[in-house]
């Protein structure tokens, strides 16, 4: 059975850092991504990499500020958030693709998801 174990989010001031954690177990897969998810809003792409050739695939509203990241020995992708805004304010999720649907982009094309991680930038 796929685990997928968040950490890493919190309560943060505009223009700090957070560094999200993501631990997976259970089988081996491609690649695995970052979304997120704002209220009343749709879960949207932030991030994603390929877990063999490490490949890092950025949305462009955060590219430049979050960098994705792996540790092949831990089975641990990281999302390195600098300098955080009040809309970057959501619930992150990771998820894990086991194959390569063609896309890194869209929710429907991930296997397994995280319980989420709530992230909060206060102005």
């Known amino acids: 059975q796929v685990q997928l174990v968040e950490s890493g989010g919190g309560l943060v001031q505009a223009g700090d850092s957070l560094r999200l954690s993501c631990a997976a177990s259970?089988?081996?897969?491609?690649?695995m991504g970052w979304f997120r998810q704002a209220p009343g809003k749709e879960r949207a792409f932030v991030a994603a990499i390929t877990w063999s050739s490490g490949n890092t695939y950025c949305s462009d509203s955060v590219k430049g500020r979050f960098t994705i990241s792996r540790d092949n020995a831990k089975n641990t992708v990281y999302l390195q958030m600098n300098s955080l805004k009040p809309e970057d304010t959501a619930v992150y999720y990771c998820a894990l693709q086991t194959g390569y649907p063609g896309t890194y982009f869209n929710t429907r094309y991930y296997d397994y998801w995280g319980q989420g991680t709530q992230v909060t930038v206060s102005s």
């Open positions: 259970g089988r081996t897969f491609y690649a």
